[in-house]
């Protein structure tokens, strides 16, 4: 016991340590432009956050075939190998997660298996977020 307090001990006055210092409050921080050093001196306030709608709430479809908003961030991880979106939505989770399972004509066979075309999400459908400004300039109309 005597000595993993000891080791303990002297884990804790390591840390303490460590090399690390905090800085004073209004420190300037040094900070550079990758194109010929010119100087940055715009401050810019923090982008609005964008909002998510609640529970029963959904964006109506502004035109025929429009894929399905996500109602909820759509930063989960889908790489070749893991799809992020089917921890919820494939179709032996949906249910008991309460989500919407992938369409039929996204899917090979009777177990759900996605097809390869649909197997990347974000490349058709996007999340409705109430972004607080333009993210990109759009002049799309319905008529």
Avoid at 92 to 116: E, F, L, W, Y
């Amino acid at each position: 016991m005597k000595k993993l307090l000891s080791i303990a001990a002297i884990l804790l006055s390591l840390n303490a340590y460590s090399g690390q210092q905090t800085l004073p409050e209004n420190t300037p921080v040094k900070v550079e432009s990758r194109v010929d050093n010119v100087a940055i001196t715009d401050n810019l306030p923090a982008d609005a956050i964008a909002t998510y709608p609640t529970r029963g709430k959904a964006i109506a479809r502004t035109f025929a075939e429009q894929p399905p908003l996500i109602p909820h961030k759509d930063s989960y991880s889908i790489t070749k190998d893991k799809n992020g979106c089917l921890t919820c939505h494939s179709w032996d989770k949906a249910k008991r997660m309460k989500a919407t399972p992938v369409a039929k004509s996204h899917v090979i066979d009777d177990q759900g298996t996605v097809n390869g075309m649909n197997y990347f999400c974000v490349q058709c459908h996007v999340a409705q977020a109430d972004n607080k400004q333009e993210l990109v300039e759009n002049t799309f109309t319905t008529k």
